[in-house]
């Protein structure tokens, strides 16, 4: 049984530039949250997506948006990019209705 | 909003020992709180929750501790082992199904030395 996956692993964009993110969720899960993780620091909530909806969203700019497919997969896209959205990117699932969250590898972007 | 600390930041213990990392929250509404463990260049692995109606939970070596009176929450790892050595973060969340997000604090590096 696969976890959550991620692509790509790494990333490097400069500013200004657009990228997008892709996870694909643990088997049996419809939730998938994205978390930004700077260096150093815990994990920050960026947006959770179920039923397709953006359900709840952190204290992130309009540059960052997702995307849910019907098969759980999502997608994170980051317009305009700042050299202050260097980070690893998170993925989160679980099955809605339920606390507990898996999270993938990430994908570590760096914006030159 | 939900707000997490956690001490301390860095903490090293010799093998065997026991250690400790303390977190505090500040929204009563929180009601689960998992730890995860997370090595380098991987994601954070989650090694313990506990639910607010529940004092202490423990998995092995591993065990959490709640006081909703006080608002903190501690995780506590007995007899440690070289492997043991990574950053662990404690978060706290609501009840999914509302607002289900994640707040974590900002890590401790823990590390093992023989």
């Known amino acids: 049984d696969a976890g959550v996956t991620q692509s790509p692993t790494h990333l490097i964009k400069t500013r200004g530039q657009q990228v997008t993110l892709r996870c694909s969720p643990k088997s049996g899960h419809d939730t998938v949250s994205w978390y930004q993780q700077a260096l150093g620091q815990g994990p920050q909530f960026i947006f959770q997506?179920?039923?397709?909806?953006?359900?709840q969203r952190g204290n992130f700019p309009d540059r960052f948006s997702g995307h849910q497919f019907p098969n759980y997969s999502s997608e994170l896209n980051v317009n305009a990019l700042l050299l202050g959205d260097s980070a690893l990117y998170l993925c989160?699932?679980?099955?809605?209705?339920?606390?507990?969250?898996?999270f993938g590898a990430g994908t570590r972007l760096s914006v030159l | 909003g939900e707000n997490v600390e956690q001490h301390p930041s860095t903490l090293s213990v010799q093998e065997g020992d026991s250690a400790v990392i303390k977190c505090t929250y500040s929204d009563s509404a929180s009601n689960y709180f998992p730890w995860y463990k997370q090595e380098l260049g991987k994601g954070p692995q989650l090694i313990i929750d506990?639910?607010?109606?529940?004092g202490e939970k423990k998995d092995q070596r591993i065990a959490v501790t709640l006081n909703k009176t006080a608002k903190h929450f501690s995780l506590h790892i007995t007899e440690t082992q070289p492997e043991d050595s990574a950053v662990y973060f404690c978060a706290a969340s609501i009840r999914p199904g509302t607002a289900s997000k994640l707040t974590f604090g900002t890590g401790t590096r823990l590390q093992v030395t023989l």
């Open positions: 997506y179920y039923e397709e909806e953006e359900r």
């Open positions: 506990i639910r607010s109606n529940v």
């Open positions: 989160a699932s679980r099955t809605s209705g339920r606390n507990i969250q898996y």
